[in-house]
Nanobody, 121 residues
Framework: VQLQASGGGLVQAGGSLRLSCAASGSAFSRYAMAWFRQAPGKEREFVAGISRSGASTHYADSVKGRFTISRDNAKNTVYLQMNSLKPEDTAVHYC???????????????WGQGTLVTVSS
């Protein structure tokens, strides 16, 4: 599986962005998907995850109520809608895929190249 993330950019605090992650290869619906992020000087951290069917989602406490993860298995794509963005959301955001269930740990089988989100104050 190859993952291609897009949608990052520069936005003012309080604004919104939607990230997309397109997967190539077969059997996208067999993979749990997640978004992680890594800010400068910090470790990579879990942001949100979604089950294979899309029925179950998980969020880091720092983004609950502001971010929404979704997927379209017909389009082999997972999304991250980010609202009410804060300067502390500034980071490179990565999508990831794994067989089985979502985990908050970076034990994923495939990773995208990352897309930079910058939130100005």
């Amino acid at each position: 599986v190859q993952l291609q993330a897009s949608g990052g950019g520069l936005v003012q605090a309080g604004g919104s962005l939607r990230l997309s992650c397109a997967a190539s290869g077969s059997a996208f619906s067999r993979y749990a998907m997640a978004w992680f992020r890594q800010a400068p000087g910090k470790e990579r951290e879990f942001v949100a995850g979604i089950s294979r069917s899309g029925a179950s989602t998980h969020y880091a406490d720092s983004v609950k109520g502001r971010f929404t993860i979704s997927r379209d298995n017909a389009k082999n794509t997972v999304y991250l809608q980010m609202n009410s963005l804060k300067p502390e959301d500034t980071a490179v955001h990565y999508c990831a895929a794994k067989r089985g269930i979502v985990t908050i740990y970076d034990e994923y089988d495939y990773w995208g190249q990352g897309t930079l989100v910058t939130v100005s104050s």
